[in-house]
């Protein structure tokens, strides 16, 4: 044995969690790459993006592309149990999966608040709701998102360990209680802070408000409403599941790590192990987040219904437009008829009267289209 080898540890055994992992994330790249790049090109194709909602939805899908087009790298490394690739792609793999958890919860939270401001104040904020504002907004939310994985990449180095004479080299794990101490503990309160608890409790406060305005006793609630209801439902199971349960066992394994508070050694395994499993859990919101665009959206779903009909749906109008070529002798006949017309049945807009060109009603995209 090499002195080389002699000062390295042991390989810790992680085969159950590794195994765990690879069917997870296995199943989670299927579904989510088939989810994801059908949603893109939805929205892409069909739907146009002019809705401020739909907006934030896109950005929300290229979010979770970008996450599972990494996914094969962790399926490699937890099938093989060594990592083959580079510190480079561990780094980027690492900061990928904080970019698509906070840059979700951003992006749900920005949702949430454009509900609350198109139904609690149409009026007042009715400004805040222009896609430009959503295109800024986006942009804000993609540069915070973008700083907060450069200190995540830093952290995510390889590591190496001794198994069976053999060197093998770490990712994703085997971060010292020093590590934790100067480095990951204080990013990791800010990560809580910035994209979770912010995101968390400005969409609670906007669920419940805007619960109130809808769910009156007696209110009968027109198909809109009903719509929003559900999209708000959604948006909180999503938290609920994926980023909740994540978010609280990682401050809990920080906090041990960290040493903050003294934990025994069965307790410090039993919060990995939860630690393990949630962040599977947090890893699924790129496969549940196309529910909010199929469920909640009208157009999205209606394009996904219509597409083998020959329809499709127009976002200019909020409706669905079906394909069809006319013939020349139903052109001809059109012609015809409209020379056979008689002029005197028209109605034309009297010069003392108020008169609104059609046109204008038409010019903006609806905005409420999508919801």
């Known amino acids: 044995m090499s002195p080389a080898n002699q000062s390295l540890e042991l390989c810790r055994d992680h085969s159950t969690s590794h195994w765990l992992h690879l069917i997870g994330y296995s199943l989670i790249f299927t579904a989510g790459l088939l989810l994801n790049v059908a949603a893109l090109w939805i929205f892409l194709y069909y739907l146009r993006v002019k809705s401020v909602v739909s907006i934030y939805m896109l950005n929300l899908a290229v979010s979770d592309l970008l996450f599972t087009v990494s996914l094969p790298f962790r399926i490699y490394y937890y099938a093989r149990g060594e990592w083959p690739f580079g510190i480079f792609l561990c780094q980027v793999s690492g900061s ?45 939310v993609w540069v915070l998102i973008l700083m907060g994985s450069v200190p995540v ?89 994926c980023f909740v349960p994540y978010n609280i066992i990682l401050a809990a394994y920080g906090m041990i790590k960290a040493r903050v508070f003294q ?8 919060v990995r192990q939860a630690l393990v499993v949630t962040v599977l859990l947090a890893s699924m919101n790129c496969t549940l987040d196309p529910l909010v665009y199929y469920f909640n959206t009208e157009g999205f779903r209606n394009t996904l219904k219509k597409l083998r009909r020959g329809q499709a749906w127009d976002s200019e109008t909020g409706t669905l437009q079906t394909r069809v070529t006319p013939t020349k002798p139903y052109q001809a006949r059109a012609e015809a008829g409209a020379k056979r017309f008689p002029v005197r049945y028209l109605i034309l807009p009297h010069k003392d009267l108020p008169f609104t060109p059609p046109k204008i009603f038409l010019n903006s995209p609806i905005e409420d289209s999508e919801i």
């Not at 749900?108 to 009026?123: E, G, H, K, S, T």
């Open 263 to 270: 934990a025994a050694p069965l307790t410090k395994d039993s």
């Open 96 to 140: 990928v999966f904080q970019i698509n958890m906070y840059g979700s919860c951003l992006f749900l939270m920005c949702i949430n608040l454009d509900r609350f401001v198109a139904i609690v104040y149409p009026l007042r904020w009715r400004h805040l709701r222009r896609p430009k504002v959503a295109r800024l907004l986006c942009l804000v």
């Open 153 to 241: 990449a830093g952290v995510h180095k390889t590591t190496s360990c001794q198994k069976q004479n053999q060197n093998i080299t770490l990712c994703f794990e085997s971060f010292s209680d020093i590590l934790w101490q100067k480095g990951l503990f204080p990013l990791v309160i800010l990560a809580e802070i910035l994209g979770f608890l912010l995101p968390l409790t400005s969409v609670t406060y906007c669920s419940v408000r805007i619960f109130r305005k809808l769910c009156k006793p007696g209110q009968e609630q027109s198909l809109r409403q009903q719509k929003t209801i559900r999209l708000l439902v959604v948006n909180l199971v999503i938290f609920v599941i």
